[in-house]
């Protein structure tokens, strides 16, 4: 089992630490290359993995106030995908301005070896840090040298194989291009809401909707449209079914909102959380000439829906 340290005063002395770094914001395809390294260098010296992370996320803090960050995980979105990866130990650092604003120098020293005595540290050939992001590659190797820990590089060609990058993942997300985003992260895109009271239109439509708030601001939310979705429930119990996320122009057109409508399913789940997997989008969002034209259009999202869960063979 991962155990996870919120600072670096909490940490014991590990053995043969085999660290790297980095935001790991979505555990994609590519960081998942990274890790699996990590874990080859361990089981050669019978070391630990160790992943140093950052919270809140680093653009937070050095461009607050300008265009709100959306991130693909959640901090225990984080701390779920790292720990399925088979990471020993997590550490997640505050990130504050004065962290920030440490020199290169100074993160090196007293940051990474200080607290955390690697015997190898494994990193990006992109990787920078330190104030400015000035510090790199080429000042680690100076230090490895230096305190005698082993520095190994990954290199572009292992990174960029895929162009895998965050923006990307997030940019497919916001499109709607499910199937990329899929590829590029290795897993479903999820994310989980509290169901809350709506205005019960779906019900009188015949397509009762779970309403959800999503509790945290930065988690990214795909962009406008119909989907097919799978959905955990609290109990545990998965269910397929449909979202809309949008305005609902045909009903209203002002607040954005998310509902999603649970197939073969009729319990009462408000203050329940979902979990919902984003598997297939279906159509954006569109304006209908009346309710009964909606619930026609319904229909035929739940019947696309149905198809794309239903294997044909």
Request: overall charge negative.
């Amino acid at each position: 089992m991962m155990k996870v340290y919120h600072s670096t005063e909490q940490m014991p002395a590990f053995t043969n630490a085999v660290v790297t770094i980095g935001t790991f914001d979505g555990v994609h395809i590519g960081h998942q290359q990274i890790i699996h390294q990590l874990k080859q260098e361990a089981a050669k010296i019978g070391g630990e993995t160790v992943i140093i992370t950052f919270h809140p996320h680093p653009r937070k803090v050095v461009a607050a106030g300008q265009s709100p960050v959306y991130l693909i995980n959640t901090i225990e979105e984080k701390i779920e995908l790292l720990e399925k990866n088979g990471i020993n130990n997590l550490v997640i650092v505050p990130f504050t301005e004065v962290f920030s604003q440490l020199s290169p120098e100074e993160y090196c020293e007293h940051f990474l070896i200080e607290k955390f005595h690697p015997h190898t540290v494994i990193i990006g050939y992109d990787h920078r840090f330190g104030q400015g992001r000035k510090g790199d590659y080429k000042l680690l190797e100076e230090y490895s040298a230096k305190h005698a820990f082993e520095l190994k590089e990954i290199p572009a060609h292992v990174i960029n194989e895929s162009t895998v990058s965050s923006t990307r993942i997030r940019e497919a997300v916001l499109n709607g291009n499910v199937e990329l985003a899929e590829s590029l992260l290795g897993y479903d895109y999820f994310f989980e809401g509290k169901v809350v009271e709506g205005n019960k239109l779906g019900r009188t439509l015949g397509f009762p909707t779970a309403n959800l708030q999503i509790a945290q601001e930065e988690k990214l939310i795909p962009g406008n449209g119909v989907y097919a979705v799978a959905v955990k429930l609290q109990t545990g119990e998965y269910k397929t079914g449909m979202m809309n996320i949008g305005v609902r122009p045909t009903v209203d057109g002002t607040k954005r909102m998310i509902e999603v409508n649970i197939f073969d399913f009729d319990q009462d789940i408000y203050g329940t959380t979902l979990r919902v997997y984003v598997q297939k989008y279906l159509r954006g969002e569109q304006k209908f000439n009346g309710l009964d034209a909606l619930k026609a259009q319904l229909a035929i999202d739940k019947e696309n829906s149905i198809r794309y869960f239903t294997p044909s063979f």
